[in-house]
């Protein structure tokens, strides 16, 4: 059965998992750099398609192989389910494309953004009230992209895209009640089916650019299971063993390698407007650091 998360201020050893998790998932463009002569549709598909044996490795493992099955029998937790597999997979279809075609730094961006958006989301769909200080961070963060628009709209929808599909796809599993680990194996069975299709396909025509056309190719695009798969189970480990709100200072760790990796790795050039929105991003960041601090150590006089 899956386990509550530890309560706020706690930290029971969860920090170096969180720290590998977010780690992994900021040096992930080095991997997906390799594979960037196959079709991103493809790529997307072979991840899904070696992900699932892997989840299935992890759960019979750890146990959760009932939870798998009793959500599969659940119509309202299937359903929701197919929602999120939507999402995910429109997320990492965008983001795989986004390093395809050297815009990290757009990536980067929209994971900036994701926290903010989680923010609003749980105002505007779970009731929940923002303090005047994440109300400034969101107005911030806004004038941020309103920059954007103005600057370098060819690049603003991905950031968009994947800090909006990531914070519906959070909300969803925010609400549905199963694993991370066992909701991931779900979405990837109810995804495998049109991948298996989209994989065949790319065989079949014989392309000479992904799966079955090369040896290395094909190790990295098998590779991607474990590039899905290991990170959740970090980022599920350290989520039971330290508060969320500990959690959430952590997560920028990977848009701030992503961001650094599209400068100095890949050399994306950095437009004025872009710098504007960063700079506006990480103070609408430090606003909303400051309020989650605050509450935190408001928690721990109420523990004491």
Not at 77 to 95: D, F, H, K, Q
Not at 108 to 137: D, K, T
Not at 204 to 215: C, E, H, I, Q, V
Not at 221 to 242: K, S
Request: net charge positive; hydrophobic share 60%.
């Amino acid at each position: 059965m899956a386990q509550t998360p530890a309560p706020a201020g706690s930290n029971q050893g969860g920090l170096p998992y969180a720290l590998a998790a977010y780690g992994m998932w900021g040096f992930v463009p080095l991997f997906f750099k390799l594979l960037s002569s196959v079709p991103p549709v493809e790529v997307l598909a072979q991840r899904i398609i070696w992900s699932l044996p892997l989840c299935f490795v992890i759960m019979l493992f750890r146990r959760q192989i009932g939870d798998y099955l009793a959500a599969l029998r659940d119509w309202r937790t299937l359903r929701l389910l197919l929602a999120s597999a939507l999402l995910i997979a429109v997320n990492w279809l965008v983001y795989i494309y986004s390093i395809f075609t050297d815009h990290v730094l757009a990536a980067s961006l929209g994971y900036y953004l994701n926290p903010l958006v989680n923010v609003m989301l749980g105002m505007i769909f779970l009731g929940e009230r923002l303090s005047r200080l994440q109300l400034a961070a969101v107005v911030i963060a806004g004038i941020g992209v309103a920059i954007l628009l103005a600057g370098a709209l060819d690049t603003l929808w991905i950031s968009l895209t994947l800090a909006f599909s990531f914070g519906i796809y959070g909300l969803i599993r925010k609400v549905v009640p199963v694993g991370s680990l066992p909701g991931l194996a779900i979405e990837t069975t109810v995804l495998l089916v049109p991948s298996l299709g989209i994989a065949a396909f790319y065989l079949w025509a014989g392309d000479g650019r992904g799966f079955g056309s090369d040896g290395a190719i094909s190790a990295l695009l098998m590779a991607g299971g474990i590039v899905t798969a290991v990170p959740l189970l970090l980022f599920a480990t350290a989520a039971r063993r330290m508060s969320y709100a500990a959690l959430g200072f952590v997560q920028y760790l990977a848009p701030t390698v992503q961001f650094f990796l599209s400068l100095f790795v890949f050399h994306e050039p950095l437009k004025p407007v872009q710098l504007a929105c960063f700079l506006l991003i990480w103070a609408s960041i430090a606003v909303f650091s400051f309020d989650m601090l605050r509450k935190m150590r408001a928690e721990r006089i109420v523990q004491a």
